[in-house]
Nanobody, 124 residues
């Protein structure tokens, strides 16, 4: 079992930055691929970024490539999402998720564990 708790969301102006954190509990955090997803009102949950268990591989949605950076610290059982150059279309609830296996899996249904989400609002 893995429990995930996100933090770091908030209100920011367009062009600004935020860093999201996701702290995990459970002994097997370091063996999981970790991902970030987001869901805007009226839209389906979509993949944002993922990082392999070792941190050596990362994968991003085209919409955030070059602006967002995912990283992890296995000693702290924490995964981060640094978000720069934020735009109003980035407004959503952001979720942290965990799964075994490949970092390139982007479907939400392939992730086993989910956090409760943190709201990110970008004003224009």
């Amino acid at each position: 079992q893995v429990q995930l708790v996100e933090s770091g969301g908030g209100l920011v102006q367009a062009g600004g930055s935020l860093r999201l954190s996701c702290v995990a509990s459970g002994r097997t955090f370091s063996s999981y691929t970790m991902g970030w997803f987001r869901q805007a009102p009226g839209k389906e949950r979509e993949f944002v970024a993922a990082i392999s268990w070792s941190g050596s591989s990362t994968y991003y949605a085209d919409s955030v490539k070059g602006r967002f950076t995912i990283s992890r610290d296995n000693a702290k059982k924490t995964v981060y999402l640094q978000m720069n150059s934020l735009q109003p279309e980035d407004t959503a609830v952001y979720y942290c998720a965990a799964r075994p296996g490949v970092v390139t899996a982007t479907q939400p249904g392939t992730y086993y564990y989910w956090g409760q989400g943190t709201q990110v609002t970008v004003s224009s």
